[in-house]
């Protein structure tokens, strides 16, 4: 998808392309910056996916420049786990930051000077309230806010009290740093908002060098000048900071100042994205990391076997607009499904295998018959697959007393084994407790795929891999995570509604002799079944464990256009 970017014919333009046409039309900016600023508190899910292609793609367009930004602002909850995941994330999407790498916490420096240039300029003063009485003070939607007891203070009495801040000469949370703005203004973020908290906690990237810390409205705008930013695109959220944003910048003083503009969030039915949420997944064990099949997080989709060209046809059909609405998890499986079904060799696994023994075939002979690995793309080839006496069928594919319509084996019948030769069901063998465990079948050798037969035709083909020569592997089935019947979330309770059923492993599934050299990360389609991957996580060579990926049908349809 992100090819498409280079082409110049355009048949319509979001919003955020007409506001930088006319900024480059006015001369506003000579050149398109933008970032992708996460703050590394967790994993990336499939709504930043929205954001980082965004920004990436107009700098793109532009021919301009995209950067990662980490706004580690806050130490308490960010890690080098989460540093190293969003950038193998932002990566693997397609996102090219090039050594356009920052940190926030690189800057903390020159936002340190800002700050001391807004105390000289009155700007900001020291207050010592508590963070309870700063809310009471801040007044309501209704009610203008009042001006802190501290808020006189002088330029140089700020001033001193700040670097003695910065020095650790205060306990934490006994003083900040507020903007002196108006606290009677309609938008509280205006109300003289807090700047710099005291905060003695280690940081992953400055480690003990600093125990006061910038906010992040302070801190971002700065951020984005610094790196001469020219377009900050944000989500809606932001929307009634923007005021502060360009306050900040205003009274800083950048040359070029970076202009804010907000789009809507791209929000999905029945996933879990809270950070929180999902690392109480994780910590309780229900989950078995961030990256987890099951989560839609960009290493969970990545892992699960999902490809970043149908995360780019995903966000391009879900478009860019400043309304907010909710977007069908089928539409996604909708682009895996389109970006797999031409790229991925169509392979036979058994998932509930039963055997079948064809009591015509010759015993101890066995012959190799060729396969397309994908009739709609030739390019990938064609493929060996052993066949022999005995086989393994799907147990769905064989019933004694068959219900209307049923098409596959059952005692009379006749269908074509795929790639392979016709053969009708002649009986089967059961256990003391009457379940069947055999089935017995004969084959007619004139019918060999290829060979150009047309005496008969029969309505049913079915898959099947050969006993001797295929392996045993482990298959795990998903679903949602959630239960799509009561929601994502208890009203009452407010925990989420969990699937008991998100996954099943099938322990004994036989698979063709081609698949036991698969690699991490691959990706097959497993016929009649669905797409799966090559589980990374526990891999073992000549031992692939498999994901399923996505289901091979849905009700899922693209709007008309």
């Known amino acids: 998808m992100l090819e498409e970017l280079d082409k110049k014919e355009t048949v319509s333009r979001n919003f955020i392309e007409n506001l930088i046409d006319r900024d480059l039309e006015e001369g506003n900016y000579d050149k398109v910056i933008t970032r992708f600023p996460p703050e590394p508190n967790g994993y990336l899910h499939i709504g930043h996916a929205k954001s980082i292609l965004l920004n990436y793609g107009l700098a793109r367009e532009y021919g301009g420049q995209f950067n990662l930004r980490f706004d580690d602002t806050n130490p308490t909850k960010e890690k080098t786990e989460f540093v190293k995941s969003i950038e193998e994330d932002v990566r693997w999407l397609g996102a090219d930051f090039g050594d356009h790498i920052y940190f926030a916490s690189n800057y903390f420096d020159v936002m340190y000077e800002k700050a001391l240039l807004l105390i000289r300029k009155g700007l900001a003063f020291v207050c010592d309230l508590t963070a309870d009485q700063i809310r009471e003070y801040r007044g309501t939607l209704k009610e203008p806010g009042k001006d802190s007891p501290y808020r006189t203070r002088s330029i140089e009495e700020n001033e001193k009290l700040f670097r003695e801040m910065k020095e650790g000469l205060y306990p934490d ?19 003289d908002p807090v700047l710099y908290r005291i905060a003695r906690l280690p940081h992953h990237n400055t480690g003990d060098k600093w125990c006061i810390y910038p906010m992040y409205d302070f801190a971002h705008p700065i951020e984005d000048a610094v790196e001469g930013v020219s377009h900050s695109i944000c989500t809606l959220e932001f929307e009634d900071h923007r005021p502060l944003y360009d306050w900040v910048v205003e009274n800083t003083e950048w040359p070029h100042p970076p202009r804010q503009i907000e789009f809507a969030k791209m929000y999905l039915t029945n996933v879990v994205t809270g950070k929180r949420y999902i690392k109480k997944l994780v910590e309780s064990g229900i989950v078995d990391g961030w990256d987890d099949p099951r989560l839609v997080t960009i290493a969970a989709l990545r892992r699960r076997g999902f490809t ?21 998890y089928a539409m996604l499986e909708y682009c895996v499904r389109d970006d797999l079904k031409l790229k991925a060799s169509r392979m036979m696994a058994v998932l509930n295998p039963i055997k079948l023994v064809i009591d015509n075939y010759p015993e101890g002979q066995s012959e190799l018959l060729e396969a397309d690995n994908n009739l709609e793309n030739p390019n990938l080839g064609k493929r060996m697959i052993p066949f022999s006496r005995e086989l393994y069928i799907e147990r769905d594919d064989f019933m004694e007393q068959p219900v209307p319509k049923y098409k596959r084996l ?10 392979a030769y016709f053969v009708k069901a002649t009986g089967c063998e059961k256990d003391a407790d009457g379940n069947i465990t055999v089935v017995h079948c004969e084959y007619d050798p004139e019918t060999k795929a290829g060979s150009g037969f047309s005496g008969r035709k029969v309505k049913g083909t079915i898959h099947w891999v050969s006993a001797a020569e295929s392996f045993e592997a482990e298959v795990r089935l998903f679903e949602n995570l959630v239960d799509e019947e009561k929601g994502v979330y208890d009203k009452e309770t407010g925990e989420l509604n969990l699937n008991p059923n998100s996954l099943k492993v099938v322990k004994n599934a036989r698979l063709e002799p081609a698949l036991k050299a698969a690699k991490p990360f691959d990706s097959f389609q497993f016929v009649r079944s669905g797409f799966y991957n090559v589980d990374v996580k526990n891999f073992e060579e000549g031992k692939p464990v498999f994901n399923r990926i996505v289901t091979l049908k849905s009700s899922f349809k693209l709007p008309k256009s």
């Open 173 to 191: 949370g006994s003083k900040v740093l507020r903007a002196r703005i108006d606290m009677a203004a309609p938008n509280i973020n205006m109300r």
């Open 410 to 419: 059952y005692p009379g019948n006749e269908v074509r084994l795929m790639h």
């Open 308 to 328: 970043p060209s149908s995360i780019q046809k995903f966000v391009e059909l879900a478009g860019v607009s400043k309304a907010d609405s909710s977007i069908d």
